[in-house]
């Protein structure tokens, strides 16, 4: 059984603070999608990273996957109070099944104005 | 384009009561997906459709649930004798094709068991 550990559980930092959250597995995976949810919605994917050591910027946001895809980074810089919610990450496995996603637990992350 | 379109968004049912969860996928896609999300827990892979084929319902409890596509009309997750574990918000996700298609998500149907 693949799993996805995300750390940390929780962050309440302060706007203006940079912050980075993990995702990691023994498991490789073929791709990772890093996901946001607000109370009471569906998540939206924020981004997807296929290969291994791949960068991608979302304006403040910078996620980082793995060598060995095995795991994942996001980083925001100068965060705001927009920014607060829970931040998932989501690894497709191996052989084309990509609708089977197995996702994290998430980090609940809050921006205090 | 309208996202995947899910309903009821709320739903309170009694132990033992019948729930039906409604999803539309997005305009032009064909394959459906149902996960869970249960307090404190990752979401969960339940269940994968095209229409009218059930293609992988390994994530599936394996009595009182299941779910269809039909030719015409949105997919639908049954749930019978609904028990207080059930209570979970349950999500809908939609995409083109499964290699290299994007899966969106719908917005969630909240069940609550009392």
């Known amino acids: 059984t693949q799993l996805l550990e995300q750390s940390p559980q929780f962050l309440s930092i302060q706007e203006g603070e940079n912050l980075t959250v993990y995702c990691n597995s023994s498991s490789v995976f073929s791709s990772l999608q890093w996901y946001r949810q607000e109370p009471g919605e569906g998540p939206v994917l924020l981004v997807t990273?296929?290969?291994?050591?791949e960068v991608k910027k979302l304006k403040r946001l910078t996620f980082q996957f793995g060598d060995a895809r095995k795991d994942s980074s996001l980083h925001i810089t100068a965060a705001q109070p927009g920014d607060t919610g829970l931040y998932l990450c989501?690894?497709?496995?191996?052989?084309?099944?990509?609708?089977?996603?197995?996702f994290g637990k998430g980090t609940l992350l809050t921006v205090n104005p | 384009n309208a996202g995947v379109m899910q309903n009821p968004r709320h739903l309170v049912r009694r132990r033992g009561q019948e729930a039906r969860l409604r999803c539309s996928p997005m305009?032009?896609?064909?394959?459906v997906y149902w996960y869970r999300q249960l307090p404190e827990e990752g979401l969960k892979f339940m269940v994968y459709l095209q229409k009218e084929n059930i293609i992988d319902e390994s994530g599936m409890p394996k009595e009182r649930f299941s779910a269809e596509f039909p030719k015409e009309g949105p997919s639908i997750l049954r749930i019978q004798q609904v028990v207080r574990g059930d209570s979970a918000a349950y999500f809908c996700?939609?995409?083109?094709?499964?290699?290299?298609?994007?899966?969106?998500f719908g917005e969630g149907s909240w069940l609550t068991v009392v």
């Open positions: 990273v296929v290969t291994g050591g």
């Open positions: 305009k032009g896609h064909s394959h």
């Open positions: 989501a690894g497709e496995s191996s052989g084309g099944s990509n609708y089977k996603l197995t």
């Open positions: 996700a939609s995409s083109r094709g499964t290699t290299g298609n994007t899966i969106y």
